[in-house]
């Protein structure tokens, strides 16, 4: 009932220090209105960082509520109802389907615009709900609808935005994994070799599979202090059957570096036993899609900047040419 300080710790695991994780020790703490979606961050002198843990001081007024978050999390309500009003105000020319459930049974949707006579054009959050890519996938979907620069992409392709691709880690404020407790992330390669693979990328899998995108940006967004700059992943060449295709995919990633003036990065191998379980990696495989994992990555990130940041993605990837 009356104004006050409150003093949280934020418990850093060893191990994780260990792993030369710490910069989390360094993360900037963003606060809230639980009614507003708009973040601020806490003050440098309101925070230290101790040897284990993030010292915060947060003032409330009297009744005051306020989320407290290293992420700028996007709920998964507010996500449907930015879904519905982009439906709305599209008048017809928007969709918003079920490509399946969750397996807590949230329906993990897609918003699918322009024709579908022509070639398929994926957008994607990462199954990772640390990392709010809503922000940025919900943002390519409101420009393509409505940019008077961008709505001819509507005439050219079969566009879809899938902005929560894990509903369930999302609300139960997870940083990798699904309602099974499994990092849905890396499930991808077990199910484009016809085995059982995670829960939710087989959910995207099957809807991919009956007509195979001819390029899929995988948007990630996460603030890290070590990360020097927003960057695409690169894949080898050789996961590309043919030079064409090949072409196509160094052309999207080397647009993509342009962008934040990333240096050329170095490819992933082939038999990589981590990153050959990538969405991306597996749609380069399966159906030589021109596809990249968009790191959208660095110290001075931000849901604005995401948002900002997807739709020069989208417009890269769909004014290449190539796939038309």
Known sequence: SQPREIT?????PQWLIQARFDYFLRK????RSPDDLEYYELAPERHASLPDRMRLRVDFAAGERKVISTTPAYPYSQMRKKLETLERRSNGKARIHEIGRSVEDRPILVLEA????????VFAATFQPGEPSAWAILAMAEAA??????????????????????PDGVVHGCNNVNGKG???LLGFSAEALGKEGNHEAKVLWKFLEPKPPVVLIDFHFLALPNHTRPRPYVFIPTLYRDAQARAAGASLVRRLERLTGAPEGKPIAENHPMWKNLLSFNVVRS????????QNTGPKVSHRQ???????DMRVALETGYMK
């Open 8 to 12: 949280i710790d934020v418990l850093i």
């Open 182 to 184: 499994e990092i849905v």
């Open 114 to 121: 322009g024709d579908k006579t022509k070639p398929r054009a």
């Open 145 to 166: 609808l409505f940019d008077p620069e961008l709505t001819h992409f509507q005439q050219e392709y079969d566009l879809a935005f899938v902005p929560m691709t894990n």
């Open 28 to 31: 900037a703490y963003l606060l």
């Open 306 to 312: 995401a948002q900002r940041r997807g739709v020069e």
């Open 287 to 294: 159906w030589n899609t021109a596809a990249a994992l968009y």
